[in-house]
C-alpha cells in the first residue's frame, strides 16, 4: 500500500469517525505500518472493522482483521460446536481446522467432550485453549514465521479415480 492510497484511506476513515483527529503524523505512521500489504486487502479489513467498530481502527486492529481472514479459522464458539459434532461423529475429525483440533488436545482429547460430566467447565477451558492457540498462530502468521493453516478439503477423502 503507497502513500496515497494510505492517504485517502484515512480520509475515508475521517468521514466514517468524524470525532477523530487525522494528523499528518497519523498518515505517515499508518503508511508507514501498511506499506508492506496489498491495498485491496487493507480497504477490506477496514470496511469491516467500520461495520463493527465505534472508534478509528488502529494500525494493528488493521492488521489483525488481514491475518484472520487469512487464517480462515472458525470462531471460538464454532470451533466449540465443530469438536462436539466430530466428537459424535468420528468420520467428521478430517473436516476440522487444525486449531480446532489442536485444542481438543489441549482440554484432553475426545472422550471428555463427548462423555465429559460438566460440559460448562470443559466448553469454557475449550474456547480457552482455541483462543491461545488462535492468537499465538495470527501473531506467527502477521509477523511471517508462519503460514496459515487451513481446513483439509473434504473432497480429499473422497475415493479417486472413475466410477464404475
Avoid at 466428537?87 to 481438543?104: K, S
Wanted: aromatic share 6%; net charge negative; with cysteine.
Amino acid at each position: 500500500m503507497n502513500r496515497e492510497d494510505t492517504r485517502r484511506l484515512l480520509a475515508f476513515l475521517a468521514g466514517a469517525y468524524p470525532a477523530s483527529k487525522i494528523r499528518a503524523e497519523t498518515v505517515d505512521a499508518y503508511a508507514v505500518c501498511l506499506a508492506d500489504l496489498a491495498t485491496q486487502e487493507v480497504q477490506q479489513a477496514t470496511i469491516g472493522l467500520i461495520q463493527t467498530s465505534r472508534f478509528l481502527p488502529t494500525i494493528a486492529e488493521i492488521r489483525a482483521r488481514i491475518t484472520q481472514t487469512k487464517l480462515a479459522a472458525p470462531l471460538p464458539d464454532e470451533a466449540y460446536a465443530n469438536a462436539q459434532h466430530a466428537a459424535e461423529h468420528p468420520e467428521a475429525r478430517h473436516e476440522l481446522h487444525p486449531l480446532t483440533y489442536q485444542a481438543v488436545g489441549d482440554v484432553g482429547g475426545w472422550w471428555p467432550i463427548r462423555r465429559g460430566d460438566n460440559a460448562s467447565v470443559l466448553r469454557g477451558q475449550f474456547v480457552r485453549a482455541y483462543k491461545a492457540r488462535l492468537e499465538r498462530h495470527a501473531d506467527d502468521v502477521s509477523t511471517g514465521q508462519a503460514q496459515p493453516l487451513t481446513a483439509p478439503d473434504p473432497f480429499d477423502a473422497l475415493p479417486s479415480g472413475d466410477p464404475e
